[in-house]
């Protein structure tokens, strides 16, 4: 089968490698219909990323079931089913109270689509996938959802959910804030989730056009800078700089919550410990467990409340992949 493989930084091919197998009666084998890119997919084709090549490209997408052991109840062969970019048994400890990230039968990082650091699962640019934890792991589509429109449901929408969902519950109507330019998709989903979820005003802070006009489009105020200090319930840094992180606590308010979703490779970052401890600042910090909320994002997504699509910049060929991965994008998909 053919693999999209990054060799090393800048040079990305179609490889021939061995198709995967069944390993036990739980498991389950994928074929990839629509693969979305990751925020993160553009540092690590362009090797901007600590995560070392070779890598087998691709961990957010839909795909269709085309072998299943025989243990797994939950699909069938044929059903389309999103892939959590993350492997998780659902049976231990942390799956069952949600850390789905951090699973406890799996090695530390264990998913698709980063190489050896990730334990080497392969990615889903590729003909099929071995799913490990089949019942545990998959999701199935529901009926009439365009595979191309969710694709990112495997990772970047679920972490545009934690940025904002978990605390408009706790506070309806809340003030949002959301900074981009880092995390390039994820902080537009944390847009459109939080405008569906009823939030008050959603500031989306940003300098990039394109983007901007997609924040607004999806009802937010969009930005170029700081919007006059103004203090908000609910923050969501998406930004991947040390100054991003900054304003977002600065904007925080007392009692409020900030997240920080974008990796940030600039090293340690000064918080002031006083002015936290002095407000009751809640700061979220760490990866998304993606797999608890991928049916609930479906739903909204069914029902029209949520429209991911509107954030894809384009539709791309399947062999095109491999040209496309590596151009400035916020969102591309990518269909057979």
Request: net charge negative.
């Amino acid at each position: 089968m053919q693999q999209l493989t990054l060799e090393e930084p800048g040079r990305i091919t179609w490889q021939e490698v061995a198709e995967p197998e069944l390993e036990s009666d739980g498991q389950a084998l994928v074929r990839p219909l629509a693969v979305a890119t990751c925020d993160m997919d553009l540092m690590i084709a362009r090797g901007e990323s600590p995560f070392p090549a070779p890598i087998a490209l691709g961990h957010e997408g839909v795909a269709e079931v085309v072998e299943i052991g025989r243990a797994v109840r939950s699909v069938a062969v044929g059903d389309r089913v999103v892939v959590p970019f993350q492997i998780s048994c659902g049976t231990c400890e942390r799956c069952r109270r949600g850390g789905t990230d951090a699973c406890e039968n799996v090695p530390p990082l264990s998913m698709y689509g980063f190489g050896a650091a990730g334990g080497g699962w392969g990615g889903l640019l590729s003909d099929l996938v071995r799913v490990p934890f089949a019942d545990a792991m998959l999701v199935k589509v529901p009926e009439g959802l365009d595979p191309a429109a969710i694709a990112s449901a495997s990772d970047n929408i679920p972490d545009g959910w934690r940025m904002v969902a978990p605390f408009l519950a706790e506070r309806p109507g809340a003030d949002v804030l959301i900074l981009g330019g880092g995390t390039r998709s994820i902080a537009l989903y944390a847009v459109g989730i939080a405008v569906a979820l009823g939030s008050g005003r959603v500031d989306y802070v940003d300098t990039d056009p394109h983007r901007l006009a997609v924040a607004s489009d999806l009802g937010a105020n969009a930005l170029e800078a700081d919007p006059e200090r103004h203090r908000y319930g609910i923050v969501g840094d998406g930004s991947s700089t040390a100054d991003g992180l900054r304003l977002a606590l600065d904007a925080t308010e007392p009692g409020g919550h900030c997240t920080h979703a974008g990796i940030l490779f600039e090293g340690d970052v000064p918080i002031n410990m006083l002015a936290a401890y002095t407000i009751g600042l809640h700061l979220h910090v760490g990866r998304v467990a993606a797999r608890p909320v991928i049916p609930t994002l479906l739903a909204m997504t069914a029902n029209g409340r949520l429209d991911p699509a509107r954030i894809t910049d384009r539709l791309v060929r399947w062999e095109e992949a491999g040209e496309a991965i590596v151009k400035d994008h916020t969102k591309l998909v990518f269909t057979r």
